[in-house]
């Protein structure tokens, strides 16, 4: 497939609850010609959100996005559970009639839907789920043989910005003069890198396999770091397993802390943040009955805040752990990248004293 | 479907490596009428594992077994992986075609297979996918608001005996005269009691919906204590996401922990074992982050011990936690669940402060 001309379907949702949109738009390589979103329509992506840096514009229905001919559909939200509103199938089908690819990180899988199967068809047009995993072997322990170090993202919550730290600081390390190769692990991720696995899709017993064989195709690369984004919370009482995939299933030798400061509870449950100093303690002690992996940094997202109340809040973090805190969306990721560095060095796992 | 006769499909594995086939015939419902394995034809089940309780005849082949009577063809074995080794393919095709049912633990969906689905219609067989699970929602909370205390087995690896624990435990119980339901939660577990869903199946970021659907089930018949079978181990590199899966997900009020005291490292890998005092801070931190519960005794698996050796490891257990520990098998569960009732008590969730 050649470069994509993105539009993107996000109704109602674009401003405040469309990260999969926001990420494309802002880190992919493909471009958005045109954001579909009627409560906004007639504005642009510059006017309503000017920290993603694009001025496509935003217009009210797919046949109208037409007009700036896009040649695939992008699904812009991750609604929960990742099901497709029924209300969206009609821009769905209008966008595969006009021979428009479409990708979509829902959990419904719409190259099986029977009716847009047959859209696509008669239209020579391709549906990529992009959640839809790969057949992977059960977890080997292969991982712990890779050369690069590895750097996970963990966080308080969902939805902080693990994803957007690691490709900051992926670019902050090639600015630098090194190599640190991106490994996506959500629907987002693999459409900004075009490769990776959505784990949270994955057969339970297989997601660390899939996390371990993530890092050992980016360690392909030969990278000098490989940096995995995160996906959950340690405590998040529903996704906390694909938390814990990761953290086992990619063998880290050290962890980034993203942390929106400033959180209560995780997502919309009842269940309270945990602390810098519990979630680092937690997160090492886990590590620590497998391969050992510090916490190195701390990354904030400090969005919605003023200057002060961030420039405070990473002050906080500072002081609270002792560690590098910074927020690299607002102040770059050069500074953290630099004082990361030096933390990242190969380990090893666990070995028990058994007599072979 | 009437009361099963099963012939056993266990090929060279039944006495060392057939955990399914073991747990069926010592607790299943349904009668076991013949086991096939070339390895020990000619021997009987009460000759090679007396503690299983059954004099079913060991026989070479399926098309042997079939003077026994059999209206169910049970796989008696869970290979690393879940695949059906093709040489067993003839075996089943022997049974399908002679009218026989196939009941099947594999990861590989047998039900999903064009020969025997073709060989299953002709001779009015059905296949039965224990480990296929049903579309669940994602976690909600509602777990929470069960009424029966929930006490979840956990390990110290897999394929230490959390199942056969909670079996005998619920078995206690019933004998003490009070109600606990046993709930299943993988595929031996669900061939024992008919119901349940093998978590280690289910899609990732499902896996959580997916046990506390079971909890609520089993709530919902009033027992007076649900009892969890547990998956894994939570310091396992390959199946921890599972084993966190059922602790958070179950939301138990309180935990027991099942180990092979002599155990030094997880399944095949060089993973150390956790002692008793680490496994109990980690499974209990990780609960205090959303809701606390505490490991309320230790069921030991002193199989292949002698009896003073099974005794010591016993009181060295209880010497290094404080805890009531026992072993359930070898001494039957009535003590330990007396010891253990008293601390079965319905708890309560985190709740963040926040201003709603």
């Known amino acids: 497939m050649g470069k994509r001309r993105y539009l993107i379907l996000a109704p109602d949702h674009f401003v405040n609850d469309a990260k999969t949109a926001h990420g494309v738009i802002r880190y992919g390589k493909d471009e958005t010609v045109a954001v579909v979103d009627r409560s906004c329509a007639g504005s642009s992506v510059q006017k309503v959100l000017p920290h993603l840096r694009s001025d496509a514009p935003i217009v009210a229905s797919v ?32 966008a595969l009639e006009a021979g428009l690819d479409l990708v979509s990180g829902l959990h419904d899988m719409l190259a099986e839907d029977a009716e847009f199967v047959r859209a696509a068809h008669a239209h020579g047009a391709r549906i990529w789920d992009v959640r839809k995993p790969p057949l992977v072997p059960l977890f080997s322990g292969a991982v712990y043989a890779v050369r690069a170090p590895v750097l996970l993202a963990v966080g308080n919550d969902c939805n902080v910005g693990k994803m957007t730290v690691m490709i900051e600081l992926a670019n902050a390390a090639a600015a630098a003069g090194t190599t640190a190769e991106f490994v996506p692990t959500g629907q987002t991720g693999i459409m900004i890198a075009g490769w990776g696995i959505a784990v949270d899709r994955v057969i339970s017993d297989f997601t660390t396999g899939a996390c ?33 995939a990761l953290l086992f299933g990619c063998a880290p030798d050290a962890l980034i802390l993203v942390a929106a400061p400033r959180r209560k509870h995780i997502e919309a449950f009842e269940t309270p943040t945990l602390s810098y100093m519990e979630l680092i303690e937690i997160h090492e002690t886990l590590c620590a009955t497998v391969k050992p992996a510090k916490v190195v940094g701390i990354a ?11 420039h405070d809040e990473i002050e906080r973090a500072r002081s609270e752990t002792g560690l590098p805190a910074d927020d690299v969306v607002r102040l770059g990721a050069t500074d953290l990248w630099h004082a990361i560095q030096p933390q990242l060095i190969k380990r090893e796992p666990l070995r028990s004293c058994v007599p072979a």
Chains 1, 2 share one sequence.
């Open 63 to 94: 046949s109208e996005g037409l007009r700036y001919h896009p040649n695939t559909l992008l699904i812009g939200t991750a609604p929960q559970g990742g099901k497709l509103p029924a209300q969206w199938r009609r821009d769905v089908l209008t």
């Open 212 to 244: 371990e064989r993530l890092v050992l195709q980016a360690d392909a690369r030969h990278p000098r770091y490989v940096l995995v984004e995160g996906q959950g919370s340690i405590n998040h009482p529903a996704y906390a397993p694909v938390t814990l």
């Open 300 to 310: 904030l997202n400090t969005n919605g805040l003023s200057e002060t109340q961030a």
